[in-house]
């Protein structure tokens, strides 16, 4: 990047920084939220319907991928095409088996009748952990939009290497969230 | 100048002596002339602070206005004054802090809640809103629908409901208001009401007829209020 | 449809609207043909410049501010005797007009009319070519729009919600409200609220990044100054806002259990609300603030007084303003302890607002004051203003709250603030900066019946509030009996509503005869003392070529004194890059078709439409302005 495109990157870099906070704030409030209404006086309590398979396997893989974009991310300091290719899909790859195991997780709750309206605390866990899912789900939309940008219409590199490194604060927000989801939404109830 | 001093002096003096028929200011309970005395006195000194910003914009406005004479003049910048700065930020710090120690204490012991006024003695009423009407149950189990009857000279304690939205008790000629939820019952008191009879009103948005939400109020002696609760 | 349902038996004010509204619509299409104007709305929908989109926001803000402000007039006939019928506004006709005119008021006219200003303004005052993002700008200006649309389409459908703007659960849950009327609430205000969002992220990072040179923070502007203060609190408070939303649409659309049943708790909507809600009255108040402390400083012809206190007030206001927002909730019993510490900090939010109130007296002192439009408004803000502050304190008296909780003194006294700042303010900004905004200045008799009526009309109507709400009367009520010692007040309100309705006219017949006139104005029709006085009439899209250095909190004066001009210089920082694009239009309006499926739950549709949305994103990922401009020095430090 040359001046003129720095003074750029650091102006969305920092509205990102701040629309990262904003996204914080969010969350925030549905933690608030979830800690509030959790444990419901009716229906199953957190301990009952939680597996701890289920999180620390989908979590290996979700908190991996903050690494694997990493990699990825060290390919444009030395124009790697294949590298950042490789191993932003493989951070693609993790990003959809994490959320193969969110999504059976909350299809096996639906099917034992553990909807969203089943009680408050389910309500607020659906509201928090589902917005979650739905920031990883952008995330895989994002990643083959960055694909497209690198190998198919070829924007320009600099560009490339701007669009790329907001994708990285974004998932490893995405990724600080979800450890917070495992502290307070989970192991809070299990332990 | 000491002409809108004057007119300020004159429309204070015939708006105060105007608010001793308000309803408000001129409450039916010991409870309601607590709050009374924090409006008044807040009133008091919040005129004050009225009164010197009135004053110094009249002045400023008049005496520095734009005439022929003044046209080719330059006003002198001035950045600040710190000590005219630190005046007006202490002096309404003593102002506040003179109307917070009376609003502290009547509020502790006036302050609605879950848990408040368990061990306070009293006429217990139960109350319970829903869309759009009242329901009075007395310490015999009866009940009336928006009809209050309340006996003079014994503190009330009124235990809150609501059935369905929220909804707000409120006796404007005897106290300030306390809402009702559907979740939890809150507990309100009012001290020593006087004879007479009253409006309450719904004070919080419940639905299309919040407006028509009233019912009727009646502080009555001891006899009579033992005759009502007789004939319910 | 389901949509339609409604009109079957629409009462007789929407079918006038309905009329009324094709009427006009016929009306402005014939002058747009007649006077060839398409090519200028078809720039105006693809513009990505920031005094076009101000001019929008502060258009369409103001046509929001006509229709919510007719609602008004409707309350006060209502109002205007006991056991009055007037029209069809009785019961919940009456409860969807204050609902009307409460969530247009604040949302879809004072905020749109101010992050207009801000957009017109800021730029010109810091020495930015244009706000950082100026497409995100386009986005958030049409969101705004679409939401406001989405929330307008609710009264010509017959559907307009009832459950106050504050939309209090669980009246506002699909238990008592099944029908579509409080989605729209929920709908229209999330869009806009996102708009807000993207706005106040864009103006936070231009006025953080775009200063001119030598435009240290001390030597800022006070409105650019309250822009970046403001945008931070909108960025906490309406994310807030878009939470409890959330959650109130899960509630109602999938029957969540956040604020009904067993364990819902009604009392959290109030606190997710107020959080926001407070910071609002002051995100509404601190641009009007910044505003007139540039007015009160170019009409007195002196900087102003005590710029530092000045910076420092305005940060403890927006500080303390997010610790005080229980004081909305005194009589909901979170116990005497809560109660009290929520007075006192509310208390000291007063410390920093006098402060201000004293900075503008001395800034008077010594002065030179000319009393133009701008200035009037500015000079009928002061002792309004303090007035309302005054109540303000009252009602932070916690135990005397429980009196003037919801009645009619409450009314008052938030009236007194948000007309006496916000709204007097724009009015300022709007005579203030016309000719920047479209090389004209306003006329200055009509701007003065304008300001006089309106003054008189707002002390006329609120006022004698306070006292209705002291002997008793609540708000949101649409009737009471004649023995209630309601009346007379009621009826010298309603005089004073009008008043402020006829110096509305004035205000159109002043644009009217203005436009008409077309008599254009230099760069500094006010004898000005910042930056913005030194780009031409109306502002250019290329504007500071070249540009200036900034060595004072009021440049331009200091040059004029000096009889030099200001310094420039051809060594800045690179400009936002802007290209014209119909997109932002596409993806909001497209939002909102999404919002109105939601709102008649029409599932299958909203997920082809969001589908659409998402496809627009992309599409705009891949056609980023930035293309063009990016890698033409690869030898660069890449």
Known sequence: MNTYEQELFRDKQLGFFIYLGVEAVMFLTLFTTYLIYTPSSEGPQPADIFSITTLVLSSVFLLSSSGTIMISEQGLHTKNHKKIITWLFITFLFALVFLGFEITEFVGFVNDGYGVSASSFLSSYYALVGLHAAHVLFGCGWMLVLFIQLSGIKIPFPLFIEKFKIFTYYWHFVDIVWIFIILLVYVKYLV | MKRIGFIIMLTGISLLAGCSQITVLDPKSDTGKDQAYLIWLSLAIMFLVLIVVFILFTWFVIKYRYTEKRKYEIPVDVIGDKRLEFTYTIIPIILLII????????????????????????????????????????????????????????????????????????????????????????????????????????????????????????????DEYEDYLDDL | MEMFENLADAPSDVIAAWIFTAIAGILVIIWVLKKRKLPVIWEYMRT????????????????????????????????????????????????????????????????????????????????????????????????????????????????????GWTGYAPLSNSLFTPDANTDFYVFGVQISGLGTIFTALNLMVTVIRHRAPGMSFMRMPLFSWATLVTSFMILLAFTVLAIGLYLLMFDRLFDTKFFQGPDGDPVFWQH?????????????????????????????????????????????????????????????????????????????IAVPTGIKIFNWLFTLRGGLIRFTTPMLFALGFIPSFVMGGVTGVMLSVSAADFQFHDSHFLVAHFHYVILASTILGIFSAIYYYYPKITGLKLNETLGKWHFWLFLIGFHVTFFPMHITGLNGMPRRTFTYDAGEGFTTTNFISTIGAFLMGISILFMFWNLVKTHWENKKVGPDPWDGRTLEWTVDSPSPENTFEPMPVVDDLNPLAKAKNENRKMETTNEHRSSPIARDSIIPFLISMTLGVFGICMTYEWYIAAFVVGAVVFAFFILRALTDEKNDYYGKDEGGAS
């Not at chain 2, 009879?197 to 001891?222: L, P, R």
Request: aromatic letters at 16%; a negative charge; one cysteine or more.
């Open chain 3, 48 to 163: 990505t410049n920031h005094r076009k989109i101000g001019t929008m926001y502060i258009l369409f803000g103001f046509i929001f501010f006509l229709r919510a402000g007719i609602d008004s007039l409707f309350i006060r006939m209502q109002l205007i005797s006991p056991n009055n019928d007037f029209w069809v506004f009785q019961a919940d006709k009456y409860n969807e007009v204050f609902t009307t005119h409460g969530t247009m008021m604040i949302f879809f006219a004072a905020m749109p009319m101010l992050l207009g200003l801000m957009n017109v303004a800021m730029p010109l005052q810091i020495g930015a070519r244009d706000l950082a993002f100026p497409y995100l700008n386009a986005v958030g200006f049409w969101l705004f729009l679409s939401g406001a649309i989405v929330f307008n389409i609710a009264f010509f459908l017959n559907s307009a919600p009832a459950i």
């Open chain 2, 99 to 222: 109307l917070a120690i009376p609003t502290a204490r009547i509020t502790f012991e006036q302050s609605p809640g879950t848990e408040a006024f368990q061990d306070a003695e009293g006429v217990e009423v139960n109350v319970t809103g829903k869309q759009f009407q009242w329901d009075f149950e007395y310490e015999n189990g009866e009940e009336d629908t928006n009809k209050l009857v309340l006996p003079e000279g014994e503190p009330a304690i009124f235990h809150l409901k609501s059935e369905d939205v929220v909804h707000s008790f409120w006796i404007p000629e005897l106290a300030g208001k306390v809402d009702l939820y559907p979740h939890e019952t809150l507990t309100y008191r009012i001290e020593n009401p006087e004879k007479g009879e009253y409006e309450g009103k719904c004070a919080e948005f419940c639905g299309a007829q919040h407006a028509n939400m009233t019912f009727d109020v009646e502080v009555v002696s001891e």
């Open chain 3, 272 to 348: 997710l609300f107020w959080i926001f809600g407070h910071p609002e009255v002051y995100i509404l108040a601190i641009p009007a603030f910044g505003i007139f402390s540039d007015v009160i400083s170019t009409f007195a012809s002196k900087r102003i007084f005590g710029y530092a206190s000045m910076v420092i007030s305005i940060i403890l206001i927006a500080f303390l303003s997010f610790t005080v927002w229980a004081h909305h909730m005194l009589v909901v019993g979170l116990g005497p302890m809560l109660n009290t510490f929520f007075a006192f900090t509310t208390m000291t």
